[in-house]
């Protein structure tokens, strides 16, 4: 089983006729995703080949959902109209919008964050590479070749450790690994991943990634310790971050001692979590947990 993304997962890209969305589809299709449409309403009625599967564009997310069926959105549509292109997939009710856009100002990011409250529609990123069901669907931009089906469940703030960790981890291989991104406003939380794991009878152990900055892993730590039965390892990107400097991600913002990695690390060991100081090392302590399962 995988978390929010399946096999049966229908896909559409909005923006799929630019050079990033274009480029991603391909590969997306190569992995075997079902892609089913495309989103740009000066192109709708035209098809686009990729590979010789030839992909229809539709004039808007509606559209696309009422003639394929689409269940997913990846958004690859450029800063200045990804608010209004999120706002529109909402509108048109699709369950999950990965929005894999970087520099969308934070007031868009929460704009489109506060209409989605009470809707049905579940927002990955932004800022983000997507999330990958290894073998069965990919959503974003996560390389499909380096790691594959398995029974560990990967939650990263950071798009290039995601990649890292699944490699590290090839051979055991993930249910689902879900990038949500680094930005200050974001839909899915480490928490709303650690919580479908929880429940997916198919994950195992879970791998949860963070970095220096806001107190997402803090708060992380306090539901594991309450809610989460299986075994956690955890790496927390930034201990070697030169004091009262700005670092990557937007997010990335420190103060005082809150927010930094020491602090981070500290409060998921006392919530049971296996820190590890390298993600190399973060790998090695998910392999002893899966050697002793």
């Known amino acids: 089983m ?8 229908r896909v559409i890209v909005q923006g799929m006729t630019g050079s990033e969305g274009s480029k991603h589809t391909r590969r997306m299709l190569a992995a075997g995703t079902r892609v089913v449409g495309g989103v740009n309403p000066r192109k709708a009625g035209e098809t686009v080949d990729f590979d010789g599967t030839s992909v229809p564009v539709f004039g808007s997310v509606a559209d696309a959902m009422a ?26 009710g699709i369950p999950l919008a990965v929005v894999i856009t970087e520099g969308i100002p934070v007031h868009d ?29 990919n959503a974003g931009i996560i390389p499909a070749d380096i790691s594959g089906p398995g029974r560990i469940g990967l939650v990263s703030k950071s ?96 103060s005082g001692s809150s927010g930094t990695a020491q602090a981070k690390k500290e409060a998921l060991e006392a919530a049971g979590v296996r820190v590890g100081k390298t993600p190399s090392e973060t790998a090695r302590l998910m392999r002893d947990i899966i050697a002793g399962l």
Request: with cysteine; proline share 6%.
């Open 159 to 254: 798009g290039t450790l995601t990649y890292q960790m699944m490699y590290e981890l090839r051979d055991i291989g993930f249910s689902t690994a879900i990038g949500i991104g680094g930005d200050p406003v974001i839909g899915t939380t480490h928490i709303d991943a650690l919580q479908a794991f929880q429940d997916d009878p198919e994950t195992d152990a879970i791998v949860m990634i963070g970095e220096i900055g806001g107190d997402a892993e803090e708060r992380a730590a306090a539901y594991i310790k309450d809610n989460v039965t299986k075994p956690v390892v955890g790496y927390v990107a930034g201990f070697t971050a030169p004091e009262g400097k700005t670092m990557g991600h937007a997010g990335a913002i420190v």
């Open 109 to 137: 990011s929460t704009a489109f964050w506060a209409y989605a409250q009470g809707k049905q529609t579940r927002i990955i990123g932004p800022n983000c590479p997507g999330i990958i069901s290894p073998g069965k669907s």
């Open 2 to 9: 995988s978390i929010f993304l399946t096999e049966k997962s």
């Open 67 to 92: 003639e394929t069926g689409a269940d997913v959105s990846v958004i690859f549509v450029p800063p200045a109209f990804a608010k209004g292109a999120v706002v529109e997939a909402i509108d048109a």
